[in-house]
């Protein structure tokens, strides 16, 4: 087997990155935290055949050092720089802002592991899939496991429990998930026909009108989840496209049958909803709130941040990278250098995907790219830019009255007062543009 060694200075990344080597490529793993750790290694040890190092690791220079003690030692070893870099080492691939992926394929390249070896030992068996999605239909169109896990988890033992074709009932589905079941497994090459199929089972649902308020949540946040996951897993389908646009009539029509924010809220509490669809279902509501009171608010801009609240933050796919709201809150968590650009990234990414969605509202791609309030879509800069337009900064007062909800929530337990809310958003945008947009929210309904 092929030896690897890993220079990264982050645990949790280095562990990842190994982890997915050892899996795809087949190699052994040995990880170093600094470049120095690493020669010291090198001058040992003969046979190592491949090199993965960040271009930098606090002060020290690692893949330059890396690079002179091969070059004076004439050693032949592949390496792979993460980051930004020069190099003139020949044997150098530099992978500037790639994804674990890229890596793991750049690293199957240089140990001759081929595409096709790769492609069989990426596809698992079974794939994971959320529990509660079955929630929302009674019917699907493969066999459902569940996985067992035998000897402390060395093996895993997959159980047939739901026939294609059969129906199940929620009650059923309820009870493996206060089991413990998060996830159902099923066949990995089913896997693309069951997103399709459930993705056309969702649209049928959401369109019914005869859904209680609760099960509407339900549907919504299921809908929500799948239709984010499957464009980024499938990119613009036919079916991700019908789901997501079913998805986000029926939140709209959430904020039309759920007037009062403080009901609103509970709905969600007690519908144990999580962050990301609570996320997009409040700053729908905030935003259809400013835009039925303010002069210029019309039905067209109501769908048009609809549409950006469902999608604006798809790229971030960790629930805690979609928490981080400014640089300093980016900076104080120790991220691995992949998240942190994929965090700083996001806006722009996002407008970049979604401006090639059919028939998405005019305009809507420059709003996801300025959600953050930066003109280019880059960085959580603090101060948002003045060339920002009048519904963009509907959105961006949606997206900070919602925050303050979900926290103030998550500090007290309550759901905040009115006046808190004002008074917070007020100190936060000063300026009588902003407090323009702000004033319409002293009417909500809480
Ligand atoms: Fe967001
Ligand atoms: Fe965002």
Known sequence: MSQTIIIESSEEA?????????????????????????????????????????????????????????????RSIPLLILGEAKSDYELA????????????????????????????KIVPEYYPVSSSLFLSIDEVNCDIYLRLKKNAGKDLQYLKRIHKGDQFTKEEIQRYISHGEKFFFIPADHRLSFANDYSKKMVA?????????????????????????????????EETVELSNASISSISQTVKDNPSLSKMFDNLLNNKAGYMYQHCQLITHFAYNILSSIDWGSNEQKDKLGFVAFFHDIILTDENLARIRNTKDLNT?????????TVLKHAQMASELLRKFPSAPIGTDVIIKQHHGHPTGMGLPDFVSNQIAPLTMVFIVAEEATDEVITYYEKTEKTIE????????????????????????ESIQL
């Open 418 to 441: 009115k006046d808190l809310l004002i008074a917070a958003l007020k100190k936060k945008f000063t300026t009588a543009k902003w407090q323009k947009i702000i004033t319409p929210l």
């Open 333 to 341: 968590r120790n991220l691995p250098q992949e998240q942190k650009q």
């Open 205 to 237: 649902v959401l369109g019914r009108d005869d859904l209680s308020n609760d099960e509407r949540i339900k549907a919504n946040e299921n809908a929500f989840n799948t239709a984010n996951e499957n464009i980024l897993n499938f990119g613009l389908s």
């Open 14 to 74: 280095s562990n990842l990155m190994g982890l997915n080597l050892n899996m795809y490529v087949g190699t052994d793993v040995i990880h170093k935290k600094t470049a120095k750790e690493a020669i010291e290694l090198l001058t040992v040890h003969p046979a190592i055949d491949l090199i993965i190092t960040r271009s930098s690791i606090g002060e020290e220079k690692s893949s330059n050092l890396i690079e002179s003690f091969l070059m004076e030692k004439e």
């Open 93 to 120: 691939e530099i992978l500037n802002d790639s994804e674990l992926k890229d890596v793991v394929k750049a690293a199957g390249k240089a140990l001759g592991v081929t595409a096709k070896m790769m492609v069989e």
